[in-house]
């Protein structure tokens, strides 16, 4: 199986940078940029920042010809191979090589702040690329080792959950009211089943829903009794036409005698 073949990404391109002799350690305190004689720097270029696989290379060039003037390998940040003075942000130290195993510890500055800034933070991200790359490429191997979830509840975790309140206040009368047909009015308050007025009579009951014609109540209501004239008159409704008809063929028809006044019915 052929190697996967490397390809080199630049990071970041500086046009200018200073370059100076750094005077040996003399404790462990760390470096100061005031001991380097920064007015009289040694080499000024160009500086090209690239990445090859997890390795990153701070390249020194000619800022006309491009040749190559120093080459700092930094297999991990922040490391011995990159470091920051103690009184400045500018300026930073770094180990070259020369890829016969010789290395140098130089100074390197930068006139703007700024850059300075983009220096530090290229290194940061890609190194911070190269840790996610090797935390997935170790849960694509073991992917049993990966972080679970833990989605159950712990002891005395409960949940709330907000639901709506519908309140329904219906007291004894509107339960009664409800309970007819629809589209029906209720009944009179009161008033019992089967027990409205007939336009008949006082003394005759209509039948209950439902009731029908077997039932023990008669349809039509019996006639009442004529107590009076006015009553007889207010129950019979058909008493005046009878009359006249009656009286109109009783007359024999060879003989008619006029009608007199009193045939007439009166309306």
């Not at 829903?209 to 129950?235: E, F, N």
Request: aromatic share 8%.
């Amino acid at each position: 199986m052929e190697e996967e073949e490397e390809y080199e990404s630049v990071l970041c391109v500086k046009p200018e940078v200073l370059v100076y002799r750094v005077p040996p350690r003399a404790s462990n305190r760390g470096f100061r940029a005031a001991e380097w004689q920064l007015d009289q720097p040694a080499w000024s270029g160009r500086m090209r920042i690239t990445a090859k696989g997890k390795a990153a290379y701070i390249k020194l060039e000619d800022k006309t010809s491009g040749e190559l003037f120093a080459v700092a390998p930094v297999e991990e940040f922040p490391s011995p191979a990159v470091e920051g003075v103690s009184d400045s942000s500018r300026y930073f130290v770094i180990r070259i090589e020369d890829g016969n195993g010789r290395r140098a510890f130089i100074g390197v500055g930068f006139v703007d702040r700024g850059d300075a800034f983009d220096f530090n933070v290229a290194l940061q991200d890609h190194f911070k690329w190269v840790k996610q790359q090797g935390e997935l490429a170790k849960q694509a191997q073991n992917p049993d080792q990966g972080p679970k979830l833990d989605l159950g509840f712990k002891e005395g975790q409960t949940i709330k959950l907000n639901i709506a309140n519908v309140k329904r206040k219906e007291g004894p009368a509107g339960n009664k009211a409800r309970s007819g047909p629809p589209g029906l009015l209720p009944p009179p308050p009161g008033t019992k089943p089967g027990s409205l007025p007939s336009p008949f009579g006082s003394s005759a009951a209509l039948p209950s829903a439902g009731a029908s014609q077997s039932a023990d109540v008669p349809w039509p209501p019996p006639s009442l009794p004529r107590s009076s004239t006015a009553d007889a008159a207010a129950t019979d409704f058909w008493g005046d036409f009878a009359k006249a008809s009656g009286s109109a063929c009783s007359q024999p028809t060879a003989a008619a005698a006029p009608p007199s006044d009193s045939d007439w019915v009166q309306f």
